[in-house]
């Protein structure tokens, strides 16, 4: 199983950008699926996160700027991130939990290769 994200760049405060995260290989379910960043010498944080059944959580400096969402459909999740700030500045990773079927199902935490959102003007 693996996590390929996209869709990171350069942007100017206030501009709008949207990642994509696609899970691929052996995948008998996909339950949590999530957006983290991290900023050098600071902990990975958690920005949002999406459940099997819908429920979903931002953390407050996100709050009403970024959305995220699943397509459960193409394995993907999405985060649309709007108003952009200089803080958002980061790498972005995704998460997720996924259950592959070996004999019996088998679950495990997968995480994607970052990908780097800089807002500068």
């Known amino acids: 199983v693996q996590l390929q994200a996209y869709g990171g760049g350069l942007v100017q405060p206030g501009n709008s950008l949207r990642l994509s995260c696609i899970a691929s290989?052996?995948?008998?379910?996909?339950?949590?699926m999530a957006w983290y960043r991290q900023t050098p010498g600071k902990q990975r944080e958690l920005v949002a996160q999406?459940?099997?059944?819908?429920?979903?959580s931002y953390a407050d400096a996100v709050k009403g700027r970024f959305t995220i969402s699943r397509d459960n459909n193409k394995n993907t999740v999405y985060l649309q991130m709007n108003s952009l700030e200089p803080d958002d500045t980061a790498v972005y990773y995704c998460k997720a939990e996924i259950t592959s079927w070996q004999s019996r199902p088998l679950s495990y935490i997968y995480w994607g290769h970052g990908t780097q959102v800089t807002v500068s003007s």
């Open positions: 999406v459940t099997d059944s819908g429920n979903i």
């Open positions: 290989g052996s995948i008998f379910r996909i339950n949590g």
